[in-house]
């Protein structure tokens, strides 16, 4: 496998990827993986994702009314970060993340600003993820605020608030 150009499944990373088909395929891969509801979500424009989004730049970083997501692990109050991973960012995640939580996951993209948020179990983000195109960032936020794990369009993980100790100690091997 060559990384990090080519998912697990020799997908080639998308650049300029556009965001409806990125939902797109969120939604096709949630049937194609046969999930439901309690395992993985897409919020609705009806599900109040503004409100958690306001709750993450309070909580997380020094400059609360950026409202700008792709850049939100720049301005994290605190944080703590790994890069030279001998493996893709995203397969540590269920070291550090309770297989049983439901997070908040957020997809963004520079090119056009637009962030999908999504609640699901780590297990599960993380087959979604194997079986897409990368996204340019993604979030992994607790559902009670207390971290919030980043993987920047540099592959490097990062994490602010009760992650710091465990991301510090996490076993690369």
Partial sequence: MT??????????RANHKEW?????????LKVKLQLNDDEFRLLSPYDNWREIQTKIYQTFC????LHNLPTIWQNLDECY????LTDRPEIYLNRL????EKIWFIATSFG????WFCEGKILTIQKIINEMYFFDEVYFVSKKYQWL???N???????TGDIINPLKYLNLK
């Fill in 62 to 65: 020094k400059n609360s009314l």
């Fill in 149 to 151: 794990i980043a993987i």
């Fill in 97 to 100: 993340i309770d297989n049983n």
């Fill in 153 to 159: 369009h540099h592959d490097v993980l990062i994490g």
């Fill in 3 to 12: 990384y990090p150009y080519f998912n697990e499944n020799g997908k080639r």
């Fill in 112 to 115: 056009n600003g637009k962030q």
């Fill in 20 to 28: 409806d088909e990125i939902r797109a395929e969120l939604s096709q």
């Fill in 81 to 84: 970060s790994v890069d030279c």
